[in-house]
């Protein structure tokens, strides 16, 4: 039973538009969320964190919304370049606070 | 500063045998986890540890999987009498305390023949 999903495999995006990676939780209770990229053959690297008291945290090119009614948070990456062009990881922690939660990933394609 | 080291990078192994993946995690991160990813599958968290101690081991198989975190040297993950089912990438991570983002490493390939 998947606790974190995101239901689009792949993505692709042009050079300078908008990118929209989406992610679903089924447990209310997760109240820390994260994206993470990971590039093949390397381990992922952490991109940006929302809380659940936020609904919304930018850093640079990247913004994730949360929306917890909805059970659902988003990574938007403006203006997507080239090198965006990798595997995104949305991961929520777990009530414990011992582990992330991973979906299986959105693989983001930005053409020039 | 140098990140989370794993190695080998790749690790062949025949069913049956032993499988041990090492981690060094970064200067200064005390806290360690082991993450497992199967073929087109995020990745499942298996273990995370202090030094010299097991804090959650919830994701780990019951039987021929252990993880270890000594006092000295690296994290090692050891995997006993091998399956084909255990191929997959195998990524530690680090972090200097509980609520820090985890720094992962390269992970370690592991093919059971």
């Known amino acids: 039973d998947q606790q974190v999903k995101q239901n689009s495999p792949s993505l692709s995006v042009q050079e300078g538009r908008i990118s929209i990676l989406n992610c679903d939780y089924t447990?209310?209770?997760?109240?820390?969320f994260l994206w993470y990229k990971k590039y093949p053959a390397e381990g992922p690297t952490f991109l940006i964190s929302i809380s659940s008291i936020k609904d919304k945290n930018e850093d640079g090119r990247f913004t994730v919304f949360l929306n917890k009614s909805a059970k659902h948070l988003s990574l938007h990456i403006v203006p997507s370049q080239p090198g965006d062009s990798a595997v995104y990881f949305c991961?929520?922690?777990?009530?414990?606070?011992?582990?992330?939660?991973f979906g299986k990933g959105t693989t983001l394609s930005v053409s020039s | 500063n140098a990140g989370v080291m794993q190695n080998p990078r790749h690790l062949v192994r025949r069913r049956g045998q032993e499988a041990r993946l090492r981690c060094s995690p970064m200067?200064?991160?005390?806290?360690v986890y082991w993450y497992r990813q199967l073929p087109e599958e995020g990745l499942k968290f298996m273990v995370y540890?202090?030094?010299?101690?097991?804090?959650?081991e919830s994701g780990m198989p019951k039987e021929r999987f252990s993880a270890e975190f000594p006092k000295e040297g690296p994290s090692i993950l050891r995997i006993q009498q091998v399956v084909r089912g255990d191929s997959a990438a195998y990524f530690c991570a680090s972090s200097p305390d509980k609520n820090s983002p985890l720094h992962f490493g390269n992970g370690t390939r592991l093919t059971v023949t």
């Open positions: 200067k200064g991160h005390s806290h």
């Open positions: 991961a929520a922690l777990n009530q414990a606070g011992t582990a992330l939660i």
């Open positions: 447990n209310s209770m997760f109240d820390y």
């Open positions: 540890l202090q030094k010299e101690n097991i804090i959650d």
